[in-house]
C-alpha cells in the first residue's frame, strides 16, 4: 500500500512540475530547458518547506539534557540538508520502489537481523541500510507493517511471524531486531507478547519510547499511542506507552540499545528516545529519517550486530564457582 501511495505522490509532484514548465514556456518567459529546471526546483521547494516544517512543529517542544550540543549555523545547515535529501531518496526512491523481503548470506559470521520500518514506511525505507547489511555479510529479512493507520498492538503477530521465519530459514535460535522509530514500539511489543528467548538484541533507531508530540499531528490509531501529552518537561507519555512500559522487566530492557539524535525533527522531546534501563546512545547532528542512511548509524549498527552475535556464538565460560574441575 505505501509504495501505491509513493508512486502516486510522485507521479503528483512530477505532475507539478510539469504544469509549471509548460506555463512559463507558454507565457514567454523562459525556454524549454530552463522551463522544466524551474518546475523541479518548485517540487524540490515544496518538499522542503515540508522537512522544515517538521522541524517547526517540533522546536517548541524540545528538550536538552545535560549533554545536548549546541549546533552551529553551518552545523543546522548540515542538519537539514541531510534529513532532506533522505526524505527526498527515502519517498522518491526507496519506498516506492526498492521494498524487499530478505537478502541471504550462507558466508556470514553473525547472526541474522530482522529490520522493523517505522510510521508512515514499507521495507524500501532500509534500502541503504540493506546496502551496508550486505557489504558486511549479514543475512537480513525486513517486515512491510500494515494496516498501515493500525495499532502497534496489531504489528506484533507480524514481527512474531517474521522472528519464527527467520529462526526457521536461517536455522538459528536467535536473532538482532534492528526498528527504526514506530518500529521499535513494535519491536517491544512483540518482547512484551513472545519474550525474549529468541533476540538477542533490539536496536531501536529514533524510537519514541515515551511518545512525541508530532504524533498529535498524524492520523491513525499508532498516531494516538505514540502521543506525547503536554510540553517537554510537564508532559506524559500516552496511556499504550504507559501500560507498555509497566509490562517490561529489567531483562527486556537491558537487551534494548536505543541510538537517538539530540537533533531529531520528529521525536520531540528528543529524550523521548531516552529509554531507562536500555543502553542509550546519542548522536547529533542528524535529523529523523536520516538515521538509518547515516554511515555513522550503519557503522555502529553493525558493530552491535556483530557484538551481539559474538556473545550467543562464544558464550561466557563458566564462573568458578560453578565449574566442578576448578573446586578440586
Known amino acids: 500500500m505505501i509504495a501505491r501511495i509513493a508512486r502516486t505522490l510522485l507521479l503528483i509532484q512530477f505532475g507539478i512540475a510539469f504544469v509549471c514548465a509548460v506555463a512559463l514556456v507558454r507565457l514567454h518567459i523562459t525556454g524549454v530547458v530552463l522551463a522544466i529546471i524551474a518546475g523541479l526546483l518548485l517540487v524540490a521547494l515544496l518538499r522542503a518547506s515540508i522537512t522544515a516544517n517538521s522541524f517547526m512543529l517540533t522546536w517548541p517542544n524540545r528538550a536538552k539534557s545535560p549533554h545536548t550540543p549546541e549546533l552551529t549555523w553551518p552545523g543546522i545547515f548540515r542538519l537539514f540538508a541531510g534529513e532532506f535529501c533522505a526524505t ?60 498501515v493507520f493500525g495499532s502497534i498492538d496489531g504489528y506484533a503477530p507480524l514481527v512474531h511471524e517474521a522472528v519464527q521465519r527467520l529462526l526457521l530459514e536461517s536455522g538459528q535460535d536467535k536473532i538482532i531486531i534492528v526498528a527504526h522509530s514506530m518500529g521499535g514500539l513494535a519491536a517491544r511489543a512483540y518482547l512484551r507478547d513472545h519474550g525474549h528467548a529468541n533476540i538477542a538484541r533490539a536496536i531501536t533507531l529514533g524510537t519514541p519510547h515515551h511518545g512525541t508530540t508530532i504524533a498529535n499531528f498524524g492520523i491513525g490509531i499508532n498516531c494516538g499511542e505514540m502521543n506525547w501529552l503536554g510540553r517537554a518537561e510537564e508532559g506524559s507519555s500516552s496511556e499504550w506507552l504507559q501500560k507498555l512500559a509497566a509490562t517490561e522487566n529489567a531483562d527486556t530492557r537491558g537487551m534494548i540499545l536505543s541510538l537517538y539524535s539530540h537533533h531529531d525533527n520528529i521525536v520531540s522531546p528528543q529524550i523521548s528516545s531516552h529509554l531507562p534501563g536500555a543502553e542509550n546512545v546519542a548522536v547529533s547532528g542528524i535529523g529523523h529519517v536520516a538515521l538509518a542512511l547515516d554511515s555513522r548509524i550503519q557503522v555502529r549498527v553493525i558493530e552491535e550486530i556483530y557484538r551481539a552475535s559474538k556473545k550467543v556464538f562464544q558464550p561466557v565460560p563458566p564462573t568458578a564457582t560453578s565449574t566442578p574441575a576448578l573446586l578440586q
Request: aromatic share 14%; net charge negative; glycine share 6%.
Open 88 to 147: 527526498m531518496l527515502c519517498s522518491s526512491w526507496g519506498m516506492p520502489f526498492q521494498r524487499f523481503d530478505k537478502r541471504i548470506h550462507t558466508d556470514t559470521t553473525a547472526l541474522p537481523v530482522l529490520l522493523i520500518h517505522g510510521y508512515g514506511c514499507n521495507s524500501g525505507y532500509w534500502h541503504w541500510m540493506s546496502e551496508a547489511l550486505d557489504e558486511a555479510h549479514i543475512t537480513h529479512y525486513a517486515v512491510d507493517m500494515e494496516p
